[in-house]
Nanobody, 125 residues
Framework: QVQLVESGGGLVQAGGSLRLSCAAS??????????MGWFRQAPGKDREFVAY????????YYADSVKGRFTISRDNAKNTVYLQMNSLKPEETAVYYC????????????????WGQGTQVTVSS
């Protein structure tokens, strides 16, 4: 079984920063063999791609809306992927999820086979 556990969410003022973590575990889950992604979902909206990181961490991709403000990284020794979020905006209030990329396009939630429970990020104006 695969478990992904997000943490680091909270309430922050507009312009502030948060660092999210996603810890992966599982007896048969070799973390370094999988690319990972971060998505977010606001109430009443679809799950939206935020960032992607390759297995080695050398390749990253971002949604246009977060480029230059968010940074995805990973530590394969710790089985953890991170999302550093700077200059946060109120419209980025959402539940943030990490997922394991299985097959398909990196910015589609359908390509991911395991998800964490999510962590709430609330940005006040």
């Amino acid at each position: 079984q695969v478990q992904l556990v997000e943490s680091g969410g909270g309430l922050v003022q507009a312009g502030g920063s948060l660092r999210l973590s996603c810890a992966a575990s599982g007896r048969t889950f070799s973390f370094s063999n999988y690319a990972m992604g971060w998505f977010r979902q606001a109430p009443g909206k679809d799950r939206e791609f935020v960032a992607y990181i390759s297995r080695s961490g050398r390749s990253t991709y971002y949604a246009d809306s977060v480029k230059g403000r968010f940074t995805i990284s990973r530590d394969n020794a710790k089985n953890t992927v991170y999302l550093q979020m700077n200059s946060l905006k109120p419209e980025e209030t959402a539940v943030y999820y990490c997922g394991r990329l299985n097959s398909g396009t990196y910015n589609s939630p359908l390509a991911y086979d395991y998800w964490g429970q999510g962590t709430q990020v609330t940005v006040s104006s």
